[in-house]
């Protein structure tokens, strides 16, 4: 099956001319947001369109540091149909340069033990240094991986995948690794059927990702 990566463009046509295009109100709140976990307490969400920024179906945002899509109900309404990774969704309203409020979501992507989906002998790697990439590396499973990552020289060093194996029999439309490769993935089906339906603020390429 290919895949393919989910990204929100840096200042384009559709989404405008400054990224990202959301700030949000309360900056703490969205700082309750991790990786691996949801948040204790349910975080009281809101945003602003940032001037120059275009409303689009799923928009940028800068600071929410877990994974996730700030996204609307045309979304909201595509994903009820596909299957997604374990998730949550948390109101968002955003209000443009009108005043206006419009009606969004955070839908947080939670689910550590996804990263027991890589085939981790089939799979590549390399290491990084400060965004630089340095040596390919060998390994073997998610142990290995947090051994051989202790073992690199200090904290401005890093692992990333260059190409991944999934080793799941059952298949999802949407999915993303906490470690290893960040970028939200989508199947096939799932990316058709945003392009069918016009989805904006998002662009595709292909993900080195195979099952």
């Not at 959301?22 to 976990?37: C, L, Q």
């Not at 009281?44 to 540091?65: F, M, P, R, V």
């Not at 550590?112 to 590396?137: A, H, Q």
Request: proline residues 4%; contains cysteine; aromatic residues 14%.
């Amino acid at each position: 099956m290919q895949y393919y990566i989910l990204d929100t463009p840096a200042e384009s046509k559709e989404t405008g001319k400054v990224y990202p295009q959301v700030a949000f109100d309360k900056i703490k709140e969205a700082f309750k947001f991790r990786h691996n976990v949801y948040p204790d307490n349910e975080p009281i969400l809101s945003a602003t369109l940032e001037k120059g920024a275009k409303l689009t179906d799923i928009l940028s945002q800068a600071s929410i540091a877990g994974h996730g899509l700030l996204i609307n109900d045309k979304v909201k309404n595509i994903l009820a149909d596909f299957k997604i990774m374990n998730h949550k969704f948390y109101n968002c309203p955003v209000k443009d340069h009108k005043g206006v409020i419009h009606q969004y979501y955070w839908m947080a992507l939670v689910q550590p033990d996804i990263i027991n989906w890589i085939d981790f002998k089939n799979s590549s790697f390399y290491t990084v240094e400060v965004g630089f990439r340095e040596d390919n590396i060998k390994l073997t499973s998610y142990q290995d991986y947090i051994q051989k990552k202790e073992e690199l020289p200090n904290i401005n060093w890093w692992i990333e995948a260059e190409n991944i194996k999934i080793n799941t029999i059952e298949e999802h439309d949407l999915f993303v690794f906490p470690y290893l490769f960040s970028n939200i993935i989508l199947s096939e089906k799932l990316t058709q059927s945003f392009i069918k339906d016009n989805i904006k603020g998002i662009k595709f390429e292909k993900a080195p990702v195979n099952n």
